[in-house]
């Protein structure tokens, strides 16, 4: 019984074979390639008013599987303008059923040199916008000729470009392989893309790869990703061998939009990396938000290494392409290159970046153990990155933090932070494009200590120039300008001090204060150098010095000729050491120098308005912190009392005098005889001023010509009383 059956299926079967296999040899035999080449045109042009080219007509084959081979072809944009995507071959899957009815089922795709151009315009509008809208229902004006159910997608050596003319940001796809399962409704599968991604500002030429898991929902459209990778690998953003990579657990898609519980991003660079971390990400109606932003950092910056985490809100508009980011706080610290403690950096902050006019503003407060400093910044390019600053700094010591975090105390001649084998390392300057200005209520640097100090910034090409630095320096006005450069670690520095406290600078530059009275400073030097040593042993330039109501410090000069007197009449070398409490009134000094190789000579030292008559010159060994300066020291007002007879025979006597020996430690030694260098005085250098903006005339009726602004004087170091 059963076997009777059992035959009635098998007959069954076999009769169903046959009636397809008899179809199919039907349809092989009267397949017309020509007219479903031609209805697939008609249909591009009726459904989207575009023109679908092929050369050639379709054809069929029966085995391996039942394809349909499309010949090279391509698809222009709407109304027939420009070319939307082309093809070198495409090879369709097809059923075998409703081909018998002239339709195209299409189950299986194969596509290889494909090339699409992408393109929105000014207003925002894709060019594929069409084709991505869900087909109107059925009119009753016939059967669709094309249905998509494929099992499976691959593209070979395909391309794509990008091209958005509301920003004016273009990029290309090349070399793209794409792979992927079952694309149809309610469908799962995993998909995978790479290729080579170009963009030419700001330069980058990476290799790529995007791969996930995928459910499509009832209509065929995405329902949800899982396990979204994207990595990136070669020049981005202009950063050679950098390494980006995207990483998101479960995206969403929903009517109102997008969900992800969490989200990361990684760039790596040299052994630098920057990581981002959103959770609770929302997208929809152009814009989203992340209820939390995490950005941790491992840096590498010319200070040291910088490493730690700052979080708060972002949020993202679509319509204004605005990147918001507020209440952002958390901790940095940053390790220096030499044996120094990690300092801990709390910092606060918020700003906007706007990407279609390629700027960003915001306010950022950083507090440190050792400062506070509290302002704004600015991009005002974001590709390449230019970054603007204007900040305020309530105090600084700089030269703590050059000592591991201690303060030191001055040596005999030397300044703390003085180390002739620390390296000097400006390289940490190229890349960098800087422009703002930093200002200090007090700053500690190499032992001097300026108060209401200005900085302006401009750092471009590996270069930091700083031009209009004002400052309070020991009672006096500080005006200067710096220069550095990493290429050949090259700094050029140049510096006026007017009627600044002369003891006082002492005390804190050398440790011992060698003179009291009133300054004046000018110095213009240049130096290179890997190291502070090397730096003072390269220095050159000019230095101009001028002492009012001058008083030398450690040595008594009434007492070493009275100590001298015999030498003096025997004309017989002496010499004396500097006494600690010892004084000598100089009235007003004055000297120039010229700096060549770390040593600075003069031949026009002068003293005069005192008892002394003082003329003579010599050098100062800056590298070797060592001085030997030989004068003619006459004196012309003998003291009263007792010593007034002991030193009246003296007067108007010209007594050769050197002063030779490191810094504080010089020996003051009596040399009959000595002669004094004959070349004559360097030549007086001018002070290049910073240009000042002119004063706005007053209004005046028309007619009556505008007063020309006077020019601002030369600062001079002979200058200002």
Same mark, same amino acid.
């Given at each position: 019984m059963y076997f009777k059956y059992l035959r009635y299926l098998a007959f069954a079967l076999g009769g169903l074979c046959t009636v397809v296999a008899a179809g199919a040899l039907f349809l092989y035999a009267t397949f017309d390639g020509a007219r479903l080449a031609a209805e697939l045109s008609h249909f591009a042009k009726q459904r989207h008013q575009r023109s679908l080219r092929l050369e050639g007509p379709l054809e069929l084959s029966m085995f391996p599987r039942l394809m349909l081979h499309v010949p090279r072809g391509s698809l222009s944009g709407r109304a027939g303008e420009g070319e939307l995507l082309a093809f070198e071959r495409a090879a369709l899957g097809v059923r075998l059923m409703p081909l018998l009815t002239h339709r195209v089922v299409v189950d299986r795709v194969e596509l290889d040199g494909l090339r699409?151009?992408?393109?929105?315009?000014?207003?925002?509008?894709?060019?594929?916008?069409?084709?991505?809208?869900?087909?109107?229902?059925?009119?009753?004006?016939?059967?669709?000729?094309?249905?998509?159910?494929?099992?499976?997608?691959?593209?070979?050596?395909?391309?794509?470009t990008w091209n958005d003319e509301a920003t004016g940001r273009a990029l290309a796809l090349s070399e793209f392989e794409l792979t992927s399962g079952r694309l149809?409704?309610?469908?799962?599968?995993?998909?995978?893309?790479?290729?080579?991604? +170009?963009?030419?500002?700001?330069g980058t030429d990476a290799r790529f790869t995007l791969e996930a898991s995928y459910r499509l929902g009832p209509e065929g459209k995405p329902a949800q990703l899982d396990g979204v990778r994207v990595?990136?690998?070669g020049q981005l953003a202009g950063q050679p061998d950098a390494e980006l990579g995207t990483s998101i657990p479960r995206l969403t898609f929903t009517a109102e939009g997008l969900l992800a519980d969490s989200a990361e991003a990684t760039f790596k660079q040299a052994g630098q990396q920057?990581?981002?971390?959103?959770?609770?990400?929302?997208?929809g109606a152009g814009v989203w938000a992340a209820q939390r932003l995490s950005t941790e950092l491992d840096w590498r910056t010319p200070f040291g290494r910088l490493a730690g985490s700052v979080a708060g809100g972002a949020s993202w508009r679509e319509e204004g392409r605005q990147l918001d980011l507020s209440g952002h706080s958390g901790e940095l610290a940053l390790t220096p290159e030499a044996a120094s403690p990690v300092r801990k950096i709390?910092?606060?902050?918020?700003?906007?970046?706007?990407?279609?006019?390629?700027?960003?503003?915001?306010?950022?407060?950083?507090?440190?153990?050792?400062?506070?400093?509290?302002?704004?910044?600015?991009l005002p390019r974001l590709a390449p990155l230019a970054l603007g600053v204007?900040?305020?700094?309530?105090?600084?010591?700089?030269?703590?933090?050059?000592?591991?975090?201690?303060?030191?105390?001055?040596?005999?001649?030397?300044?703390?932070?003085?180390?002739?084998?620390?390296?000097?390392?400006?390289?940490?300057?190229?890349?960098?494009?800087?422009?703002?200005?930093?200002?200090?209520?007090?700053?500690?640097?190499?032992?001097?200590?300026?108060?209401?100090?200005?900085?302006?910034?401009?750092?471009?090409?590996?270069?930091?120039?700083?031009?209009?630095?004002?400052?309070?320096?020991?009672?006096?006005a500080f005006e200067g300008s710096l220069s550095l450069a990493a290429d050949g670690n090259k700094v050029v520095w140049r510096a006026y001090l007017q009627n600044a406290d002369a003891a006082a600078l002492g005390r804190?530059?050398?440790? +011992?204060?060698?003179?009291?009275?009133?300054?004046?400073?000018?110095?213009?030097?240049?130096?290179?150098?890997? +190291?502070?040593?090397?730096?003072?042993?390269?220095?050159?330039?000019?230095?101009?010095?001028?002492?009012?109501?001058?008083?030398?410090?450690?040595?008594?000069?009434?007492?070493a000729l009275k100590e001298w007197r015999p030498a003096i009449q025997a004309r017989q070398a002496a010499a004396r050491r500097p006494g600690g409490g010892e004084t000598s009134a100089l009235g007003e000094l004055t000297a120039s120098f010229t700096i060549e190789r770390g040593v600075a000579r003069s031949t026009d030292l002068k003293a005069q308005g005192g008892p002394f008559a003082i003329a003579g010159g010599g050098s100062v060994d800056l590298a070797g912190r060592r001085l030997d300066l030989l004068s003619r020291v006459s004196l012309l007002v003998p003291p009263a009392g007792t010593d007034a007879a002991l030193l009246a025979g003296l007067r108007g006597v010209a007594l050769p005098v050197r002063v030779r020996g490191p810094f504080g430690q010089a020996e003051w030694r009596l040399e009959p005889g000595a002669q004094l260098a004959t070349s004559p005085a360097p030549a007086r250098p001018v002070l290049p001023v910073p240009p000042r903006p002119a004063p706005k005339p007053a209004a005046k009726p028309v007619g009556e010509p505008a007063t020309k602004p006077a020019a601002a004087p030369e600062p001079s170091a002979e200058g200002g009383e």
């Open positions: 699409v151009a992408l393109l929105r315009d000014r207003d925002g509008k894709l060019n594929v916008a069409d084709l991505l809208d869900p087909p109107a229902a059925d009119n009753g004006k016939g059967v669709e000729p094309l249905a998509f159910a494929a099992a499976s997608l691959a593209v070979r050596n395909g391309a794509l149809a409704a309610l469908a799962e599968g995993y998909a995978e893309l790479s290729g080579r991604l +170009t963009q030419a500002s700001p990595a990136l690998r920057l990581r981002a971390r959103l959770a609770g990400l929302k997208a709390a910092v606060r902050g918020d700003g906007r970046i706007d990407f279609a006019r390629g700027s960003g503003v915001g306010k950022i407060e950083l507090t440190h153990e050792l400062g506070h400093l509290q302002g704004s910044w600015s204007d900040v305020d700094v309530e105090s600084f010591d700089l030269d703590r933090q050059m000592a591991n975090g201690k303060a030191q105390k001055n040596r005999k001649g030397e300044a703390a932070a003085a180390d002739d084998a620390a390296p000097v390392d400006l390289s940490g300057l190229r890349g960098l494009d800087i422009d703002g200005v930093i200002r200090f209520g007090s700053l500690k640097a190499g032992g001097l200590k300026l108060d209401k100090l200005r900085v302006p910034l401009a750092v471009h090409d590996g270069r930091l120039v700083s031009t209009g630095q004002t400052a309070t320096l020991y009672g006096g804190d530059l050398f440790g +011992t204060a060698p003179f009291a009275g009133t300054t004046n400073i000018f110095v213009d030097l240049s130096s290179a150098g890997a +190291t502070r040593g090397q730096l003072r042993a390269d220095m050159a330039g000019l230095a101009r010095v001028r002492l009012r109501g001058g008083t030398l410090q450690g040595f008594d000069l009434l007492a």
